[in-house]
């Protein structure tokens, strides 16, 4: 029989994972990760001190898997790569997006992910309040997003025409002329896509960025 392998730290984190992909939040325990790994639950506690820690972790392992940008590279692209990985993360592990922002520990992949955004901002000439201002409206945005996304009564990569079929026969045009209008001129036989709004408004956000920006950079700031 093959021996398992050592418990660590990281295993058990990964196994918390699986379990909340699989249940949602509710699910994780020391019990139910120890099961998972096929172990006694106690055998966790060498390497975790409680279920406190073991959701810090997980809450902290989300952050490794969001692709961060380099300090030099340009601040656009930059927060654009960087806010399509975010959602792409936090779309995969639905439990994540509420998670990350209750936990009151911070760890290591936590504190780099936001020194780093920081850092790029700032190496691109943002000051210290515009930086923040900047990082806060697009991970607003990234949140809203995938918050709207995990929500939705369609799927969002191609079902919301599917969906306002269903819904346009109790929208009559003289009570709601401007949802009857989006329907038959934008959404129904154009390949709508309500995923493809992701962007779009990304867009709209950094654009107001580069203006605040450019202002910063011709006062001297």
Not at 192 to 213: A, K, M, N, Q, T
Request: aromatic residues 8%; negative net charge; hydrophobic residues 45%.
């Amino acid at each position: 029989m093959p021996r398992r392998p050592a418990l660590t730290h990281d295993r058990i984190i990964e196994a918390a994972v699986r379990v909340a992909d699989d249940g949602g939040l509710t699910q994780v325990s020391m019990r139910n990760v120890g099961k998972e790994l096929g172990v006694e639950a106690m055998s966790l506690y060498h390497h975790v001190a409680n279920k406190d820690a073991l959701l810090d972790g997980l809450a902290d392992w989300v952050f490794t898997q969001i692709e961060l940008p380099g300090l030099q590279q340009p601040w656009r692209p930059a927060m654009t790569e960087r806010a399509a990985s975010a959602r792409q993360a936090l779309g995969q592990h639905p439990w994540a997006l509420g998670l990350i922002e209750s936990r009151r520990a911070p760890g290591a992949a936590l504190l780099r992910h936001h020194d780093t955004m920081l850092g790029c901002l700032r190496h691109n000439g943002f000051s210290p309040a515009l930086a923040v201002h900047a990082f806060s409206a697009v991970d607003a945005y990234i949140y809203g997003f995938v918050l709207t996304e995990l929500s939705l009564p369609f799927d969002v990569s191609g079902g919301f025409e599917e969906f306002v079929d269903e819904v346009q026969p109790t929208l009559p045009r003289d009570t709601y002329p401007h949802l009857v209008e989006l329907i038959t001129d934008h959404v129904q036989g154009q390949g709508y896509s309500f995923g493809d709004e992701f962007e779009y408004g990304l867009g709209l956000i950094l654009d107001s960025v580069e203006v605040r920006l450019a202002d910063e950079l011709a006062a001297g700031r």
